[in-house]
């Protein structure tokens, strides 16, 4: 079901772990499947002055491809500008992993949701401007998650 690649970033997933002293944390989750999310970054300024994502750390509860996608996700974010790091897609993870099953594209969506999120807290966090596809984003990731709430835990009166 999965390639050597997925296997290896499930076996052994890079930049996993907690980072206490984040400069913005990104939570998110998909309740019908159960994945769950925490991606910690810490920004830094690269040689021409422009903030980077310095470092970056996951913790995930989910399947094979939740962490994989997790893993890779940090590893492609390292680096690059807070503005690199917002362009990133989830076909940039699958391509990066070499494929996933159609069923769990999704979790590819998570990752880079999870990442975008982080980025929006630190913005916050620093009183700074959101940049408005940015909040577009946050808003779609906040809806996609109550959605996704409702739909599992219908409100009965």
């Given amino acids: 079901m999965y390639n050597q690649k997925v296997m290896d970033y499930f076996l052994k997933p890079i930049n996993m772990g907690d980072m206490p002293d984040a400069d913005g944390v990104g939570e998110v989750g998909n309740v019908v499947c159960g994945d ?11 040689p021409a002055g422009k903030e980077v994502i310095a470092d970056v750390k996951f913790k995930t509860l989910g399947c094979v491809a939740a962490i994989a996608t997790s893993s890779i996700a940090t590893e492609l974010a390292k680096g690059k500008t807070l503005e690199q790091a917002m362009a990133m897609t989830n076909q940039d993870v699958v391509r990066e992993l070499g494929g996933l099953p159609p069923v ?9 949701d999870a990442l975008k999120m982080a980025i929006y807290d630190y913005l916050k966090k620093q009183g700074r401007p959101i940049p408005e596809k940015l909040e ?16 599992t835990h219908p409100h009965v009166e």
């Avoid at 769950?36 to 690269?46: A, D, E, P, Q, S």
């Avoid at 769990?104 to 998570?110: G, T």
């Fill in 36 to 46: 769950v999310m925490h991606l910690f970054i810490r920004v830094g300024k690269n």
């Fill in 104 to 112: 769990k594209v999704h979790c590819s969506v998570l990752a880079v």
């Fill in 136 to 151: 577009k984003e946050a808003q779609r990731i906040r809806k996609d998650t109550e959605n996704a709430e409702a739909h």
